[in-house]
């Protein structure tokens, strides 16, 4: 796809769904339960995002707006006309794209946890766990478990150590070059669809927590 390997599953019967990871869950594997329970009702797409996985990982910088084109070239290599589409994270940012450049082919949007554009406190957060990848020359456990602390509330990260644990296992055992994280974390940083979220004319449903840190 316009140079580029994308690694999909496709399962389920019934109207397409698009399923887009986030930055650390970027991976088709990293929807828990999800696509299994959605593929009762849903034809589901889900893919390893450019940068992690099986899928390719070209050292160029990646934006947000490359990222919606390739889930747009995959859509179209496999004969999909139109979607709803449901992002995570940085997925959600990615759909938004796919929203303006192609509204045709969206037939709605749910997110989970996403942005219009990125906070001067995400900036510094993304940049935080970016140095600390470049330093330790990977996504360590150590880099990981700090970065997690962002994504759990007290309470939960009290309660809930192995399951904490079970997460941190689950994303250091996905294929996650460290030029595909660097390049991932600057789309996310250079993301800003503020100004063209009026011409998205989807029916959109966002969830995020009340005590989300990140976005």
């Avoid at 390997?5 to 986030?22: A, K, R």
């Avoid at 906070?119 to 990977?138: I, T």
Wanted: with cysteine; net charge negative.
């Amino acid at each position: 796809l316009d140079g580029i390997d994308l690694n999909y599953e496709v399962t389920g019967e019934g109207d397409w769904l698009v399923m887009i990871g986030g930055y650390v869950s970027g991976n088709h594997d990293a929807w828990g339960q999800q696509p299994h329970r959605l593929a009762e009702s849903f034809k589901v797409l889900r893919f390893d995002n450019r940068g992690i996985g099986a899928s390719s990982v070209p050292d160029l910088p990646y934006t947000t707006r490359m990222m919606a084109n390739d889930t747009l070239m995959l859509m179209k290599h496999l004969g999909i006309e139109r979607a709803h589409v449901f992002g995570k994270s940085l997925g959600g940012a990615i759909a938004h794209w796919m929203a303006v450049d192609a509204p045709a082919a969206v037939r709605s949007i749910a997110m989970t946890s996403s942005f219009g554009i990125c906070s001067r406190r995400m900036q510094s957060m993304v940049r935080w766990w970016l140095d600390s990848a470049k330093s330790h020359e990977g996504l360590t456990p150590d880099v990981l478990a700090g970065m997690l602390t962002y994504f759990y509330t007290e309470a939960y990260w009290e309660k809930n150590t192995e399951a904490l644990q079970r997460g941190i296992d689950s994303v250091l055992a996905v294929h996650r070059p460290l030029q595909g994280f660097l390049h991932t974390g600057n789309a996310l940083l250079s993301h800003d669809t503020m100004a063209r979220l009026a011409r998205v004319t989807c029916p959109v449903e966002m969830l995020i927590g009340a005590e989300d840190a990140v976005t």
